[in-house]
Nanobody, 118 residues
Framework: QVQPVESGGGLVQAGGSLRLSCAASGRTFSSSNMGWFRQAPGKGRELVASIRWSGTITYYADSVKGRFAISRDNAKNTVYLQMTSLKPEDTAVYYC???????????WGQGTQVTVSS
């Protein structure tokens, strides 16, 4: 099972950019489809972007399409999320994990907080 550690979050003004990183341990990383998820206060966790194990196919939620870009480096067991033109509604804790994600909570990382001020 992949065990992720997210980083790169912070406080940014609307219109700004951030790059999130996810270092994932586990022998299956390079063969796993990966996703970035986010959870805003009072809401459930939602899939924001995903990338196939080969990196050839990506998916984006409509709310972030054209602003976010997901990529991966299998040699480094790392997944990235480049976020541009950030909006206050992007404020959330961002997590990465396999896609589909595990049903067991202990396989989720701590996430990284992204706060976008208006």
């Amino acid at each position: 099972q992949v065990q992720p550690v997210e980083s790169g979050g912070g406080l940014v003004q609307a219109g700004g950019s951030l790059r999130l990183s996810c270092a994932a341990s586990g022998r299956t990383f390079s063969s796993s489809n990966m996703g970035w998820f986010r959870q805003a206060p009072g809401k459930g966790r939602e899939l924001v972007a995903s990338i196939r194990w080969s990196g050839t196919i990506t998916y984006y939620a409509d709310s972030v399409k054209g602003r976010f870009a997901i990529s991966r480096d299998n040699a480094k067991n790392t997944v990235y999320l480049q976020m541009t033109s950030l909006k206050p509604e992007d404020t959330a804790v961002y997590y990465c994990n396999t896609n589909p994600p595990p049903s067991v909570e202990r396989y989720w990382g701590q996430g990284t907080q992204v706060t976008v001020s208006s």
